[in-house]
């Protein structure tokens, strides 16, 4: 490893042809030099670049690194805060005042409960799925309706709302879209969610958005955190549906594991979630001078940790850019860490031990319909890694 720091000049724009689940080269090699490096952000603002496992799971549990939006140092120009009620960008005592009424309504319990209404849900998809088949796309006739449908009956969004609501997150989650666009898509959500939080507040129903009116928070506190459910519910374990379903069939021995022993899946969920990662990056900025990695981080300095680089880092996991389903790929950062680590984790999990189980026990000889390489992939500009869509066909 060299001792010299290395620069990151850009973030990456693209992964390298025929690589669609490794994390871009250039961050894979700045993880080669070192877990820090030097990085310029797109506003010319100097920062820094974490690619190494250990020092992202340092930064995320230190309270002298922020998340919250308004102090990022990227552009030159002064961001605005997070909206009320959206507490990714939050830090303490705010951050705890949205995501405290929430955490008991996302308990691994309550989310294993929700497990037979998961099998419904992927069993109602796959019959249709059938039905229409022998071919399909399977984000939309698979990898999408799952969380969607889940994640709506948890905050009671109708069920005739569904589609338009998925469709607005994903233009403005895709990063495919223009600024008038995304603008667009993520005003009509907010409108849509303010009517729907004055809905709930008038004629309560069984659902976690009623319960929380039943509280000191305000409407527009409630349309934020609804925001962040939905977004974070729908897209990124539909991501998840896709791509991983996306990498067992192109690792067709460690797919032959899991259908020969069909209790694997809770460790092949982990290690697809550690492979891929689909959260790629966040960042945080530095509330004094702190010393990472050997390197003084200055005040107000804003650093980019690269989640998925360090779910590659092999001081931390042997042989880090292979699937490999019976490796122990606990620990890993695809949900975050510390006190903003995701709240949806054990729901997510849920849904992708049931919804790849249920899958390939369907159709045994599922295969993609056309090359690997025509699979069109979310740009890297998109918040959450994925797939646009994934022809699929299987033997009658």
Known sequence: MSESLHTVTTLPAERRPGCPFDPPAELIEAREHGPISRYTHPGGKP??????????????????????????????????????????????PQHSRYRKPLVGKFTARRMRLLTERVEQITADCLDAMEQAGPTADLVTAFAKPIPTIIICELLGVPYEDRDSFQEQIDTFMGGATSDEELIAAYTATQEYLARLVAAKRAKPTDDVLSELTDSDLTDEELKGISLILLAAGFDTTANMLSLGTFALLQNPEQLAALRAD?????????????????????MRTALEDVEVGGQVIEAGTTVVLSYNTADRD???????????????????????????????AQLARVEMRVAFAALF????TLRLAVPAEEVALRPEAADIYGVKSLPVTWDV
């Open 361 to 364: 026990s369907r159709f045994p």
């Open 314 to 344: 092999p001081e931390r996991y042997p042989d880090p850019h292979a699937l490999d389903l019976g490796r122990e790929a606990g620990g890993h950062l695809a949900f975050g860490h510390g006190i903003h680590l995701c709240l949806g």
């Open 262 to 282: 069909p209790t694997l899946v809770d460790q092949a969920v982990e290690e697809l979630l550690r492979y891929l990662t689909v959260a790629k990056s966040f």
């Open 47 to 92: 920062g820094w670049m974490i690619t190494g496992y250990d020092l992202v799971r340092s930064v995320l549990a230190d309270s002298r690194f922020s998340a919250r939006k308004d102090l990022l140092n990227v552009v030159d120009f002064e961001l605005p805060p997070a909206p009320p009620g959206e507490f990714l960008l939050m830090d303490e």
